[in-house]
Each structure stands twice: as C-alpha cells, then as structure tokens.
C-alpha cells in the first residue's frame, strides 16, 4: 500500500523559488506515475504535472510549464516539484498524487489515490 | 487545456438524489473512460469516490454512482445524508497526457 510524506509548510518571497518534495513507501516507486496538483485558497484543484519515475519525462500543465519543474529520485523514492518565479497567486497546497501504474507499456489506474497530506505554500513580502 | 465545467452548487434533503454534471470535450471525457470523482470535505484531503467513470473504491458505499454520456460526465449520490455535504470534483486524462478538473461543487444537504 503506497503512502506518501509531504515536505513542510513554506513562506516564500515573490520572485523566488520553492521546491517540494513526496516521498513514497510501500509498492513499486519507479512505476508509478506521479502528479502534483494544488489548491489555492476556496478555490478548486489544478492539475500542476506529473512524472513516471521509470520514464523520467515530466508533463506539465500549459499553465506552468515555463516554471516548474518535476523530478523523481529513485534512490530515495522521492519526487519533487521546482516552483520558480513564485507571485501571490502561487499561495496554495499543493498535493502529491499517485497517478496511475505502468504495466508492459501502458499506464493503468488514471486516477489520483492515494494522496500526501498536503503542503501550504504562502507566497508573501 | 481548460477546465471541466461543474455546477458550483447543488442541494437536496436527506433521502433524496442528487446528480452533479462535468462536462469537457471529445479530447478528454468524450475521448476516454478515465474520469475520476472526488470528494474533499473541509480542510480534509480529497478522497476518489468514482474511478474509471462508473467504478467504486472498495469499501465505498454503493449510494455514490458515476455515468457518462457524450462529452458529460454524471455523478449521482442517492439517499443522501448529512455527512455527504462536501465539495466534489471531477477529473479526466486528456489527449494532451495530462488531466484536467472540474471546478468543483459544492454539495448543501438542508
């Protein structure tokens, strides 16, 4: 049964940069597929992007692709997501995911469970 | 890729059924079987209550059933209860790799 333990709550600086991390225990990392979504204040979910570990290529959503970044480490079972250039409208918490497994190719399970506990990210000078 | 559209809101009174809509496009509802439903009480972490359209998690009280038709996903909750009143989203995989979500509804049992 896979779990994941999100990194703790973060205040940043407009114009700086934050990075998350998940970490997973229990099942096989390097073949699920892995997302971050997030939530910013009463508002609803946003799909951020995702990664298979095994693969390496992350997906981004059209909206953050130009200032995120999403990696896994498989040593660790780890992934990680890179937040640049970070304004006030980033404030939110941001999940991790799992997404899905891939099974001989193909990714199965296109739906989002279990999730980590959730990271407030407060974006404010 | 832009959002599922979702009623923002939606009541009913204990006992009775209520049905929460989601509609997208042929490059993601209409185009796949992988929309997901969940439910986030609040300050509570979002749970999947539907999967691949129609399925149940284990355990999950049959009372919450999920369709689709064309472009529109539906989500039914019958003999509705008191601990249903959350906010409910809906989800699919794209054509594009990636997922979208609904905007969310909030569900008001009276």
């Known amino acids: 049964q896979v779990q994941m333990a999100q990194s703790g709550s973060e205040v940043k600086e407009p114009g700086s940069s934050v990075k998350v991390s998940c970490k997973a225990t229990?099942?096989?990392?390097?073949?699920?597929?892995f997302s971050w979504v997030r939530q910013a204040p009463g508002q609803g979910l946003e799909w951020v992007g995702g990664?298979?570990?095994?693969?390496?290529?992350?997906n981004y959503g059209r909206k953050f692709q130009d200032r995120v970044t999403i990696t896994a480490d498989e040593s660790t079972t780890t992934v990680y997501m890179d937040l640049r250039s970070l304004r006030a409208e980033d404030t939110a918490v941001y999940y991790c995911?799992?997404?899905?497994?891939?099974?001989?190719?193909?990714?199965?399970?296109?739906?989002?469970?279990?999730w980590g506990q959730g990271t407030l990210v407060t974006v404010s000078s | 890729q832009s959002a599922l559209t979702q009623p923002a809101s939606v009541s009913g009174s204990p006992g009775q059924s209520i049905t929460i809509s989601c509609t997208g496009t042929?490059?993601?509802?209409?185009?796949?079987?992988?929309v997901s439903w969940y439910q986030q009480q609040p300050g509570k972490v979002p749970k999947v209550i539907i999967y691949?359209?129609?399925s149940r998690p284990s355990g999950l009280s049959s009372r919450f059933s999920g369709s689709k038709s064309g472009d529109t996903a539906s989500l039914t909750i019958s003999g509705l209860q008191a601990e249903d009143e959350a906010d409910y989203y809906c989800?699919?995989?794209?054509?594009?790799?990636?997922?979208?979500f609904g905007g969310g509804t909030k569900l008001t049992v009276l």
């Open positions: 995911a799992r997404a899905g497994k891939l099974w001989f190719g193909e990714l199965l399970g296109k739906w989002f469970d279990p």
């Open positions: 990664i298979i570990p095994m693969v390496g290529k992350p």
């Open positions: 042929s490059s993601d509802v209409g185009g796949y079987n992988h």
């Open positions: 691949d359209v129609s």
């Open positions: 989800s699919s995989y794209t054509s594009s790799n990636t997922w979208v």
């Open positions: 229990g099942g096989t990392f390097s073949s699920y597929a």
